[in-house]
Structures are given as structure tokens and as C-alpha cells.
């Protein structure tokens, strides 16, 4: 089975920290993806990945930066925390190209909350 | 660009009942339509998913949707559900270009009552 791992379930950092999202996929999957999700705005791009060193802006990557120096791992950088990013991050990955293995597969997420 | 419009918020429901969860997305030439299911606290598991083929699609736990490219829509249903199905429901499409990206729409909050 596809594994998809996020770090910590549940953080939470003081306003001003600079915080850590960790993501890790076994599937060798060159395509890695970070969404924030939130009520009633279901889920949000924020970074993408499409191979190592590689990255693109999502629809809101404003307070963010990414890192990817291997090809298993994604992380999501805080630069400085501040409660509006409070929210679930959820990891996701895929392999690239079309046909039946279009599936991305989804970490269990987490749930973020900056005081 | 690519979009996905969940027409529900929240759909309240009794047990054993049919229901339909709408979802319709702005067309495209290529469209691949993906049904996730999020149960409380946890991430986001593939429903069902259309590729090509066959426009009426069946996943897991029961449910199918249907894929209607002149309307645009890809529904999703069950004829009888569960408490268990209790659950937020989001509908997804693949954008532009090769790199996977996911765009979202805004779910729909299932509420199976007893």
C-alpha cells in the first residue's frame, strides 16, 4: 500500500515561530502536493512539487515556502506563524503522468494551531 | 482554468435513504473526476474515480457517481446510507498540464441521521 506520512497530527506554535511540516511518501512518486484545508473552503493548493529541488505556487502560497531535497520527502516551511494559518495541512502524492494511476494519495493530515 | 463547484454544503439525511451529492466542474478537453471521503480526524480516501471509459463509475462502501459531459457534472450517489457514511464528501479535477495538480471543491458535509 501507497504510504503517505505526516510528521505530527497535531501541533501548536506560538505567533512568530518559524514551524515545520514534515512529509514523507514510499511510493517513489515524483509529484508531492501541500493543501490547507478549511470549513466551508474545502481544500487549497498551496505548494507543489514536480520533482526533486522543483516547486510551484499553489493558489495560496503567501506565508509559505517549500523544500524538497529528496525525492520521498516534501516539507511545508512557516516563516513566521501567525494565527490566521491556523488550519489542517494535509501532504498528498502521485506519480506522474496519466492513465490509471492517476490517484493521488493523502496523508492523515495536520491539524495546526498557532497562539 | 479548472474548477469544482459543490452545489450542497451539507446534506442531512435519514439511514437507509438514497442520496446524491452534486458536483459540477468547468469543462475542459480532458477531464479526470475523483470523489474523496474525509471521516472525522482523519485524511482524505479515494471514493471512486473517472478516467475515461464508462460514464457511470462504481467505488467503494456502495456509492457510484455518474459522469455527464454536457452537463458538465459528476454526481455522486448512494440508494441506502449508513450512519457510518457520516462524512465529509469532496469532489476533484485534475488541472491543466501533466504535474497532478488537484483542485478542489468546497465538500459537502454528509449527516446520516438514525
Known amino acids: 500500500d501507497v504510504k503517505v506520512t505526516q510528521s505530527s497530527r497535531y501541533l501548536v506554535k506560538r505567533t512568530g515561530e518559524k514551524v515545520f511540516l514534515e512529509c514523507v511518501q514510499d511510493?517513489?512518486?515524483?509529484?508531492m502536493f501541500w493543501y490547507r484545508q478549511d470549513p466551508g473552503l474545502g481544500l487549497r493548493l498551496i505548494y507543489f512539487?514536480?520533482?526533486?529541488?522543483?516547486?510551484e505556487k499553489g493558489d495560496i502560497p503567501e506565508g509559505y515556502s517549500v523544500s524538497r531535497e529528496k525525492k520521498e520527502r516534501f516539507s511545508l516551511i512557516l516563516e513566521s506563524a501567525s494565527t490566521n494559518q491556523t488550519s489542517m495541512y494535509l501532504c498528498?502524492?502521485?506519480?506522474?503522468?496519466?492513465?490509471?494511476?492517476?490517484?493521488?494519495?493523502f496523508g492523515q493530515g495536520t491539524r495546526l494551531t498557532v497562539v | 482554468a479548472q474548477s469544482v463547484t459543490q452545489l450542497d454544503s451539507q446534506v442531512p439525511v435519514f439511514e437507509e435513504a438514497p442520496v446524491e451529492l452534486r458536483c459540477n466542474y468547468s469543462?475542459?478537453?480532458?477531464?479526470?473526476l475523483f470523489w474523496y471521503v474525509q471521516y472525522p480526524n482523519q485524511g482524505l480516501q479515494l471514493l471512486l474515480k473517472?478516467?475515461?471509459?464508462?460514464?457511470l463509475v462504481k467505488g467503494i462502501n456502495g456509492f457510484e457517481a455518474e459522469f455527464n459531459k454536457s452537463q458538465t457534472s459528476f454526481h455522486l450517489r448512494k440508494p441506502s446510507v449508513h450512519i457510518s457514511d457520516t462524512a465529509e464528501y469532496f469532489c476533484?479535477?485534475?488541472?491543466?498540464?501533466?504535474?497532478?495538480?488537484?483542485?478542489f471543491g468546497q465538500g459537502t458535509t454528509l449527516q446520516v441521521k438514525p
Open positions: 512539487s514536480y520533482d526533486v529541488k522543483m516547486k
Open positions: 469543462s475542459s478537453v480532458s477531464v479526470y
Open positions: 473517472y478516467l475515461s471509459g464508462s460514464t
Open positions: 498528498a502524492s502521485r506519480p506522474r503522468g496519466g492513465g490509471m494511476n492517476t490517484e493521488a494519495f
Open positions: 511510493m517513489d512518486h515524483e509529484n
Open positions: 476533484a479535477v485534475y488541472g491543466s498540464g501533466n504535474t497532478g495538480k488537484l483542485i
